[in-house]
């Protein structure tokens, strides 16, 4: 299991770690919520490209510089933007991103409901259609009704 973990070291390089174990450990936490701009998906601290390299490195050097962790993120932001944060925060600015996929599940909720209700009457209408006669039918049936001898009852 140790293999394992140690295996999943991430990108980071030896040359690239702190001396300090609680400065980074600071580092690593900050790298696995900050965006690989070239893989996209990935954090810097998985990530094995040049660009998340250097923002490694840049955090690194916030950090030893003393910045606190909000520092470095505010630092990276204003820098890169929001899309650097893998989870971005929760601003008016960002208010869409976040409010847009509960909307658009909530949307999509609606319109199933709106669709079976609107099926359901159609079914129950076409149903009842079924059964009804045109007056030319009724007027049809009273005359085929009308000229048929009326059974005689079994004796």
């Given amino acids: 299991m140790a293999a394992f973990y ?14 300090d174990p609680a400065k980074e ?3 690593r936490d900050l790298s696995q919520g900050l965006r690989c701009m070239v893989c996209q998906n ?10 998340a390299r250097d923002l490694r490195l ?6 030893a510089a003393g910045d606190s962790d909000a520092q470095v993120i505010d ?10 944060l893998l989870k971005p925060r929760l601003e008016p600015h960002t208010l869409l991103l976040w ?14 409901w709106i669709h079976s209700r ?13 059964y009804k006669l045109t007056a030319e039918e009724e007027a049809r049936l009273e005359r085929l009704i009308a000229a048929e001898p009326s059974p005689e009852k079994p004796a």
């Fill in 58 to 63: 840049l955090v690194r050097e916030r950090i």
């Fill in 25 to 27: 450990s600071r580092a």
């Fill in 6 to 19: 140690t295996a999943a070291a991430y990108a980071v390089q030896p040359d690239e770690i702190l001396s």
């Fill in 99 to 112: 409010l847009l996929p509960p909307l658009v599940l909530a949307g999509g909720g609606l319109a199933l």
């Fill in 75 to 84: 630092f990276l932001v204003a820098r890169y933007g929001e899309f650097v």
């Fill in 42 to 51: 990935q954090s810097i601290d998985d990530s094995e490209a040049p660009l």
């Fill in 118 to 130: 609107r099926r359901s009457r159609f079914a129950a209408a076409k149903d009842q259609s079924l």
